[in-house]
């Protein structure tokens, strides 16, 4: 059995950080609550002990625990699973993070009274939402360790939930930790006032060497799938296991690494633009459909639809306007599905022609799609270096444009375009 940062594939200094801190937080608690208050009073006696020996050096500040930390790395990179395996590790009884006590258990499967998690499912992570959370964490924590709260995409926190978070930050209640995620410290991510009060974990993108041995290891994987999808998925764990497992995840993938084939002319430019976003839709809505539905029925009868008796008229005018913020709520999300599930296609289409760049160059790299090597051959021949960056610019400049609020089919007409046009 592996302890709680086996999970995390190639981020050997990240986990060396966590695990110092773990051990520090650690002997916090163990430490008399005396022990450090107030000034020594007995100086005298303390020099009389003294010996010449400055005894242990003072440890490194850096080494120690803190109360606010940011995980950052692009996608896939692990920066979630960093922050769950450290939450685990201040809330396991042995303070290592061992992986098998209840205290790293639960946290693991979040369940751990003490350990808040907030993924933003709409487009931003809104104040009230904050405002109630960081009220909750002030609690002491009631299973005598740490109160935590794990925000995952802090970089879609609003600017007054930002405001609120820092606060809490700022002052901290003694036994509290927040664990932000976001892909990187830049101000368009996270504010410079928050950042400057936590302590930064910077994650890497693992190389599909990595990710294919946890694949093997831990989910079972045949190496050679492990291999394949480990390099599909361009270092990402999460999706290199999708595609390794889900036949649907499969098929998305090849639909949308038909693309370049298909593009014979400004029909088919627009066809395909249509098939892509559909795609999108459609796989949103399947992974949205079953919580849409669960908090529909679990709000109709927590408002005890259809009662008659007396109050009930009261209740439905209120029941109306909560309906109306749960619709809210899941349209929300559901956008945010749709976002995510485009722009993981347009991750798989840019790999096919940063596959033919490299082999217009004739780069001894790896192709990121090994199943359409020849035809990323066959592109790159066409069209050049050149040509293939021209197309792969197009890709990036959709996604950025998606990420910069452009309606999705606009941007993806507006790139099949440029996509077939060179
Ligand atoms: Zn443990």
Request: include cysteine; hydrophobic fraction near 45%.
């Amino acid at each position: 059995m592996t302890d709680v940062f086996g999970d995390l594939v190639g981020q050997d200094e990240a986990v060396a950080m966590l695990r110092r801190a773990a051990a520090s937080a650690a002997a916090q608690l163990r430490a008399p609550v005396t022990a450090t208050a107030g000034g020594h009073d007995d100086l005298d006696a303390l020099a009389e002990e003294y010996d010449g020996d400055p005894g242990p050096a003072p440890a490194d500040p850096g080494a120690g625990m803190t109360h606010a930390w940011i995980f950052t790395g692009p996608p896939g990179s692990g920066r979630s699973v960093a922050a769950r395996a450290f939450a685990a590790a201040l809330e396991c009884v042995h303070g290592t993070g061992c992986g098998s006590c209840p205290g790293c258990h639960t946290t693991l499967t979040g369940t751990h009274a003490d350990v808040r998690l907030v993924v933003p499912e709409g487009l931003s992570i809104g104040v009230n939402e904050m405002r109630a959370l960081v009220l909750r964490a002030a609690s002491a924590p009631s299973g005598g360790r740490w109160q935590i709260v794990i925000i995952e995409d802090a970089d879609r926190l609003t600017e007054a939930a930002g405001n609120a978070l820092l606060k809490a930050i700022e002052e901290p209640p003694p036994r509290t930790v927040f664990l932000l995620c976001a892909p990187s410290t830049h101000p368009d991510d996270i504010s410079v006032t928050i950042r400057s009060r936590c302590r930064v974990v910077p994650l890497w993108q693992p190389p599909p060497t990595a990710v294919a041995e946890v694949l093997v290891r831990r989910d079972g994987i045949a190496p050679d799938v492990a291999e394949w999808a480990a390099a599909a998925a361009q270092g990402h764990v999460g999706r290199a296991r999708r595609l390794a497992r889900d036949p649907e995840a499969r098929q998305r993938r090849d639909a949308v690494l038909a693309v370049p084939r298909r593009l014979t002319g400004v029909g088919a430019a627009f066809d395909a633009a249509s098939a892509l976003i559909e795609a999108a839709e459609a796989e949103a809505a399947a992974s949205v459909a079953e919580i849409d539905e669960a908090e529909r029925t679990a709000l109709q009868t927590a408002l005890g639809a259809g009662g008659t008796g007396r109050g009930a008229a009261g209740a439905m005018r209120g029941a109306a306007g909560q309906l109306k913020d749960l619709e809210k709520r899941q349209k929300s999300r559901a956008t945010r599905a749709q976002r995510d599930a485009l722009d993981r296609a347009l991750v798989d289409l840019a790999g096919f022609y940063r596959d033919a760049i490299v082999m217009a160059l004739r780069a001894p790299v790896a192709p990121v799609h090994t199943d359409t090597a020849s035809l990323a051959a066959a592109g790159a021949q066409k069209w050049d270096a050149e040509g293939s960056l021209r197309r792969l610019e197009a890709v990036l400049e959709c996604r950025a444009a998606i990420e910069a609020n452009v309606k999705p089919r606009i941007a993806v007409e507006a790139m099949m375009l440029a996509l077939w046009r060179g």
